[in-house]
């Protein structure tokens, strides 16, 4: 029978295959889908995160360590959507309007997931009233916005603007981030955090949640 400590290195070298076999093995075996992710797959993608920062690894590692979590999780959520466990916080996430641009996008929201947070995923060329209507309809949700043109990153502010226009800024924590995309631009737009890679984005959004 597999070890469930498996589930860490398998998803650490982004081996999907292992970790699909080790998390079916684990379930079948009556684990519960809360502690594999609270003691194997949250602490492997942590060290991803890490070992990104300290040059150790780069993006295609990170995309690999986030293939092979995202096939777990597609094992463990119903379990844990039936036994109605909460995730960490949830994350409004998407790339602005008039920008195309999704991997850098995409490697934040599967960092997110594996960090435990609920991700709504909007995609790319999402318009201000696009985020507006789902932080209203997902209250206290944190939004995250994504830009890779100089072009489109005005849109940022546009988004924040809106947010406030209709009554629900103060209740809405906005993070940006991309290539063009600085503190000083956020600071200067009102957002409430900035980073400039995707392990960073979920220490960001835990630290806003642990406020």
């Known amino acids: 029978m597999s070890d469930p400590a ?30 594999l992710l609270a003691k194997y797959m949250i602490p492997a993608m942590d060290e991803v995160g ?20 995202k096939t777990s999780m597609a094992l463990l959520a119903p379990a844990m959507a039936k036994a109605g466990t909460k995730a960490a916080g949830r994350v409004v996430i998407g790339t602005v309007k008039g920008d195309l641009h999704d991997i850098g996008k995409n490697l934040v929201a599967s960092m997110l997931e594996g960090g435990g947070f609920e991700v709504v995923d909007l995609g ?31 849109m940022m502010k ?16 906005v ?3 991309g290539a063009p995309i600085t503190q000083q631009y956020a600071d200067q737009i009102g957002a409430d955090g900035y980073s400039d890679n995707a392990s960073g ?7 806003m949640i642990a406020r």
Not at 50 to 69: G, Q, T
């Open 6 to 35: 498996q589930l860490y290195d398998a998803i650490l070298t982004g081996n999907a295959k292992l970790a699909e076999e080790v998390t079916k093995a684990a379930m079948e075996a009556g684990a519960d889908p809360s502690e």
């Open 50 to 69: 890490r070992r990104f920062e300290c040059n150790e690894y780069f993006v295609p590692e990170l995309l690999i360590a986030a293939r092979a979590m």
């Open 124 to 154: 790319v060329d999402v318009a201000p009233e696009k985020f507006v209507e789902v932080a209203r309809q997902q209250a206290g949700s944190i939004v995250a916005l994504s830009a890779l043109l100089t072009t489109t990153m005005t």
């Open 158 to 173: 546009a988004v924040i603007q809106q947010l406030d226009a209709a009554g629900v800024r103060d209740k809405t924590k």
């Open 175 to 177: 993070i940006v981030g």
């Open 201 to 207: 984005a979920v220490a960001l959004v835990r630290q």
